[in-house]
């Protein structure tokens, strides 16, 4: 069975696990954490990071930073994303407000957010789905308009790029997320970046008991404990010395499929810029996805459906959102399908991927 998705990692991970265990280390975040922060701070240009436990809590540790914890706080959020990205705001305190995406990326806009702003809007929450975005500089420039704080939910964009600019670094701040499926992993893990130094005290005390630090029991805010350990940042350090390499083998696995498939009409690509992008699932639209989806299974292939548009969802009925107001998330929910987008792919077995879904479609 080649599986949809599954994580790689080597005898780097494995070397180095044993080497921290053999150090006695203690297992909590430390000396390892703090170094995994430099790695990304150095990666994506940004001048803080802190690890969080995993990408929900990040981006409600960063709502609460910014006080957006109150019922009546809008925070604009797409309505085709991963679920997370609305529930972290529910965990704030506050309200996701969904928005429909635009057509080009699959991503929200100024176009997209505006019809929904009111005077309890405080905060827009961007998803760069599968590394991709719109122009990051209108947004900017359109939250500063608006007097909105701008929130990047990059889970799905670490090494990703725009105009040359790590995603997570255009807002006030980035969130990324070490879950299995993600660029890097750790099994579970998040992070937060921005250049903001007062912002980014406030994370550290949150996700810390509100404590100035370990073993002193002075509080200076509400906290609570969203930290990393040392455990995780072990494996997160011999991943992120490869991600040159990760990045590379992601941006031809996505660049094989698109070669192998060209004949297809039936599939349609979203633009990918692979010079900036490194996409993180191979994502394609077709007329019926399951279809395929079940053909694929047959030939021991796994697939995956896209996400739901997240006002047809159960928990989100009580909003009475309305259809005529999602055309595209609807759209995207309806075509999309994930197909096998592991690191550990060969050439070999994209070819074959391939070759069945040519027959499917012949
Ligand atoms: C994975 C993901 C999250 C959540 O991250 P976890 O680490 O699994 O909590 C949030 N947003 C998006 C877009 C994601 O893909």
């Given at each position: 069975?080649?599986?949809?998705?599954?994580?790689?990692?080597?005898?780097?991970?494995?070397?180095?696990?044993?080497?921290?265990?053999?150090?006695?280390?203690?297992?909590?975040?430390?000396?390892?954490?703090?170094?995994?922060?430099?790695?990304?701070?150095?990666?994506?240009?940004?001048?803080?990071?802190?690890?969080?436990?995993?990408?929900?809590?990040?981006?409600?540790?960063?709502?609460?930073?910014?006080?957006?914890?109150?019922?009546?706080?809008?925070?604009?959020?797409?309505?085709?994303t991963?679920?997370?990205?609305?529930?972290?705001?529910?965990?704030?305190?506050?309200?996701?407000v969904?928005?429909?995406?635009?057509?080009?990326?699959?991503?929200?806009?100024?176009?997209?957010?505006?019809?929904?702003l009111?005077?309890?809007?405080?905060?827009?929450?961007?998803?760069?789905?599968?590394?991709?975005?719109?122009?990051?500089?209108?947004?900017?420039?359109?939250?500063?308009?608006?007097?909105?704080?701008?929130?990047?939910?990059?889970?799905?964009?670490?090494?990703?790029?725009?105009?040359?600019?790590?995603?997570?670094?255009?807002?006030?701040?980035?969130?990324?997320?070490?879950?299995?499926?993600k660029?890097?992993?750790?099994?579970?893990?998040?992070?937060?970046?921005?250049?903001?130094?007062?912002?980014?005290?406030?994370?550290?005390?949150i996700?810390?008991?509100?404590?100035?630090?370990?073993?002193?029991?002075?509080?200076?805010?509400?906290?609570?404990?969203?930290k990393?350990?040392?455990?995780?940042?072990?494996?997160?350090?011999?991943?992120?010395?490869?991600?040159?390499?990760?990045?590379?083998r992601?941006?031809?696995?996505?660049?094989?499929?698109?070669?192998?498939?060209k004949?297809?009409?039936?599939?349609?690509w979203?633009?990918?810029?692979?010079?900036?992008?490194?996409?993180?699932?191979?994502?394609?639209?077709?007329?019926?996805?399951?279809?395929?989806?079940?053909?694929l299974?047959?030939?021991?292939?796994?697939?995956?459906p896209?996400?739901?548009?997240?006002?047809?969802?159960?928990?989100?009925?009580?909003?009475?959102?309305?259809?005529?107001?999602?055309?595209?998330?609807?759209?995207?929910?309806a075509?999309?399908?994930?197909?096998?987008?592991?690191?550990k792919?060969?050439?070999?077995?994209?070819?074959?991927?391939?070759?069945?879904?040519?027959?499917?479609?012949?």
């Open positions: 069975m080649i599986p949809q998705f599954e994580p790689l990692y080597g005898d780097e991970e494995k070397q180095a696990m044993k080497e921290y265990l053999d150090s006695d280390g203690w297992l909590t975040e430390f000396r390892k954490t703090r170094e995994l922060e430099d790695e990304i701070k150095a990666l994506t240009g940004s001048q803080y990071c802190w690890m969080i436990a995993n990408g929900t809590v990040s981006l409600a540790t960063a709502l609460y930073a910014l006080g957006i914890t109150n019922p009546e706080d809008e925070v604009i959020v797409p309505n085709f991963m679920v997370a990205s609305p529930n972290s705001v529910l965990l704030a305190g506050a309200k996701p969904l928005v429909d995406v635009d057509e080009k990326t699959r991503c929200i806009t100024p176009e997209t957010i505006e019809p929904h009111t005077a309890q809007t405080k905060a827009v929450m961007h998803v760069s789905l599968n590394g991709r975005c719109g122009d990051m500089d209108a947004l900017v420039e359109f939250c500063d308009e608006k007097n909105l704080v701008l929130i990047e939910d990059a889970a799905q964009a670490f090494g990703s790029f725009h105009n040359g600019k790590h995603i997570g670094t255009f807002g006030k701040t980035g969130s990324f997320s070490f879950s299995m499926p660029i890097i992993t750790t099994g579970q893990g998040g992070a937060l970046i921005s250049d903001d130094e007062t912002f980014m005290d406030k994370v550290r005390h996700r810390d008991f509100g404590r100035e630090r370990g073993g002193i029991d002075v509080y200076e805010t509400i906290g609570f404990n969203f990393y350990s040392d455990l995780q940042a072990v494996i997160g350090l011999a991943q992120i010395k490869k991600m040159p390499k990760r990045i590379q992601r941006r031809d696995i996505f660049k094989r499929y698109q070669d192998n498939l004949d297809v009409t039936e599939i349609e979203l633009e990918t810029d692979l010079e900036n992008t490194t996409p993180w699932f191979v994502d394609v639209l077709v007329p019926d996805p399951a279809a395929l989806q079940a053909f299974k047959e030939k021991e292939i796994g697939a995956r896209f996400y739901p548009a997240l006002h047809t969802q159960a928990p989100y009925n009580e909003w009475n959102l309305s259809d005529e107001d999602y055309p595209v998330s609807l759209d995207t929910a075509r999309g399908l994930w197909l096998p987008s592991s690191l792919l060969t050439d070999e077995q994209i070819d074959e991927i391939c070759e069945h879904i040519r027959s499917f479609y012949a």
